[in-house]
C-alpha cells in the first residue's frame, strides 16, 4: 500500500508551532508584551513620588491589601520572564548561526544596533530586576530600609526610595539600566507590532515612531525618580535620618 499522508494530531502541529522561528516570536511578543504592561504600571505607580509621601505610601500599602493579585502577578510574571529568556537565547543562538528568521508579516524589521544588542541589553535588564528585587522588595542589600514607617505607621516606601537613590552610585546603575530597558523596547516594541502583525508596508514607519516614542517615556519616566533625588527636588521628610 502507498503511504498515506497522515494530518498531524492537533498537539503536534502546536509543538511544531512553539519551536518554529515564528513560534518563538509569537512567544517573545506575548510574554514582552504582559511585562512591558507591568513595566507601564510599574512607571506610573512610582510616578507619584512626586505628588508626595502620602500618596506613594497610600499607593504602595493598598497594593499589598491584595495579596492574592500580588502573587497572581508575581507568577505570571515570573513565567513570562523564564520564557522570555529562554527563546530569546535561543533566538540569539539560532541568529548567530546565520539562519535566516522571519517576522509573521514580512522580514523587513531592519537589523539595527537594537536588534543586535537585544540579548545584551535583555541580560542587563535581567540582571537589573535581581538587584532591584533584593533592593527594594526583599530589603536584602538595605534591610534597615523595613524600618521605616510614616506617620500613619505604614511602610515608608517613600524615604526608602529616596535613601536608596540618594547614593549616586545606585542611581547610576538604575539610570543605566533604565537605558538598557528603553534601548531593548525601541527594538522590541516594533517588532511586537509587526510579529502581532498589526504591522504593514504602509503602517510600518508610524509603528517604528510609536515604539521608539514609548521606549523614551519609559526611559525619561523611570529615570526623573533617580534624577530628581540626586538633585534634590524630592527631599526625605522630615525626621526621617
Ligand atoms: C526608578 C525606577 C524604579 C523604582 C523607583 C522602583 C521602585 C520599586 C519599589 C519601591 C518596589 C517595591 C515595592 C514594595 O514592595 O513596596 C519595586 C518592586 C518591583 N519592581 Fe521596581 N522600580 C523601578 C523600576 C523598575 C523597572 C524598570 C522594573 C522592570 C524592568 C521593575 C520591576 C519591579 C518588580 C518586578 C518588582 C517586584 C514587584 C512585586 O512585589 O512583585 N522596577 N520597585
Not at 83 to 96: A, K
Not at 174 to 202: C, E, R, V
Given at each position: 500500500m502507498n503511504s498515506v499522508q497522515t494530518k498531524p494530531a492537533p498537539s503536534e502541529v502546536q509543538v511544531k508551532f512553539i519551536s518554529s522561528s515564528i513560534g518563538k516570536k509569537m512567544f517573545m511578543a506575548v510574554t514582552g508584551l504582559f511585562m512591558f504592561l507591568f513595566v507601564l504600571g510599574h512607571m506610573v505607580g512610582n510616578l507619584q513620588i512626586f505628588i508626595g509621601q502620602d500618596q506613594l505610601n497610600a499607593y504602595a500599602n493598598a497594593l499589598k491589601k491584595v495579596p492574592e493579585l500580588i502573587w497572581l502577578v508575581r507568577a505570571v510574571l515570573l513565567v513570562c520572564l523564564v520564557l522570555h529568556v529562554w527563546r530569546g537565547i535561543q533566538l540569539y543562538f539560532e541568529n548567530l548561526s546565520s539562519r535566516p528568521v522571519r517576522y509573521i508579516?514580512?522580514?523587513?524589521?531592519?537589523?539595527?544596533i537594537a536588534s543586535r544588542t537585544m540579548i545584551f541589553t535583555g541580560a542587563g535588564i535581567f540582571l537589573y530586576v535581581v538587584y532591584h528585587l533584593l533592593h527594594y522588595?526583599?530589603?536584602?542589600?538595605?534591610?534597615?530600609?523595613?524600618g521605616l514607617h510614616d506617620a500613619l505607621g505604614r511602610h515608608d516606601v517613600y524615604s526608602m526610595v529616596i535613601l536608596g537613590f540618594q547614593n549616586g552610585w545606585i542611581s547610576a546603575v538604575y539610570i543605566l539600566a533604565m537605558f538598557s530597558l528603553g534601548y531593548h523596547l525601541t527594538h522590541a516594541l516594533p517588532s511586537l507590532f509587526q510579529t502581532l502583525g498589526l504591522n504593514n508596508d504602509k503602517t510600518r514607519t508610524k509603528y517604528d515612531v510609536a515604539g521608539w516614542i514609548i521606549a523614551v517615556l519609559v526611559f525619561i519616566g523611570f529615570s526623573a525618580i533617580p534624577v530628581a533625588v540626586l538633585l534634590n527636588i524630592i527631599k526625605l521628610p522630615e525626621g526621617v535620618l
Amino acid at each position: 500500500m502507498n503511504s498515506v499522508q497522515t494530518k498531524p494530531a492537533p498537539s503536534e502541529v502546536q509543538v511544531k508551532f512553539i519551536s518554529s522561528s515564528i513560534g518563538k516570536k509569537m512567544f517573545m511578543a506575548v510574554t514582552g508584551l504582559f511585562m512591558f504592561l507591568f513595566v507601564l504600571g510599574h512607571m506610573v505607580g512610582n510616578l507619584q513620588i512626586f505628588i508626595g509621601q502620602d500618596q506613594l505610601n497610600a499607593y504602595a500599602n493598598a497594593l499589598k491589601k491584595v495579596p492574592e493579585l500580588i502573587w497572581l502577578v508575581r507568577a505570571v510574571l515570573l513565567v513570562c520572564l523564564v520564557l522570555h529568556v529562554w527563546r530569546g537565547i535561543q533566538l540569539y543562538f539560532e541568529n548567530l548561526s546565520s539562519r535566516p528568521v522571519r517576522y509573521i508579516v514580512n522580514s523587513t524589521v531592519q537589523a539595527s544596533i537594537a536588534s543586535r544588542t537585544m540579548i545584551f541589553t535583555g541580560a542587563g535588564i535581567f540582571l537589573y530586576v535581581v538587584y532591584h528585587l533584593l533592593h527594594y522588595t526583599f530589603l536584602v542589600t538595605n534591610p534597615q530600609y523595613a524600618g521605616l514607617h510614616d506617620a500613619l505607621g505604614r511602610h515608608d516606601v517613600y524615604s526608602m526610595v529616596i535613601l536608596g537613590f540618594q547614593n549616586g552610585w545606585i542611581s547610576a546603575v538604575y539610570i543605566l539600566a533604565m537605558f538598557s530597558l528603553g534601548y531593548h523596547l525601541t527594538h522590541a516594541l516594533p517588532s511586537l507590532f509587526q510579529t502581532l502583525g498589526l504591522n504593514n508596508d504602509k503602517t510600518r514607519t508610524k509603528y517604528d515612531v510609536a515604539g521608539w516614542i514609548i521606549a523614551v517615556l519609559v526611559f525619561i519616566g523611570f529615570s526623573a525618580i533617580p534624577v530628581a533625588v540626586l538633585l534634590n527636588i524630592i527631599k526625605l521628610p522630615e525626621g526621617v535620618l
